[in-house]
């Protein structure tokens, strides 16, 4: 695994994050976790705290979702060493309510190589852009 060139996990990352938009418009949380996360991810942002594991993850989605109905991904960076990878970039939250704004946030995530499985994302953190 080591020897494979960063521009593998930079496909990988394309494929995983076009599969999670997808997932997201399709407000269908159960396979935007199965999908994108590894078997015991943490997500963690700004007004959430600490969410482990993949039930939590499904229910913070589930929640999501009552507010936002599309996302768009934004790559900036990807990088990697061995079997792990970071990615940073923004996202942009696309609201139910036209009434409301779209919210748009930078996030990091860390991607860790699973054998028979690909690039999944172990820690996926958020934080406002308030510029």
Known sequence: ?????????VEAVDIRSRQFEENFSSQDAYSLVENYYTDDPIVSGDGVGIVVGRQGVLQYFEQI???FKQCKFERK?????GNMAYELGNVTLLSKNTEERDTTL???VVW?????DGWRAEVDYFA???E
Do not use: A
Not at 1 to 9: F, L
Not at 77 to 81: D, F, G
């Open 1 to 9: 695994m080591t020897n494979r060139p960063v521009k593998d996990i």
């Open 65 to 67: 979702f009552r507010v």
């Open 77 to 81: 960076v990807v990088s990697r060493e």
């Open 106 to 108: 930078r996030y990091s």
């Open 112 to 116: 860790k190589w699973q054998d028979g």
């Open 128 to 130: 406002l852009i308030t």
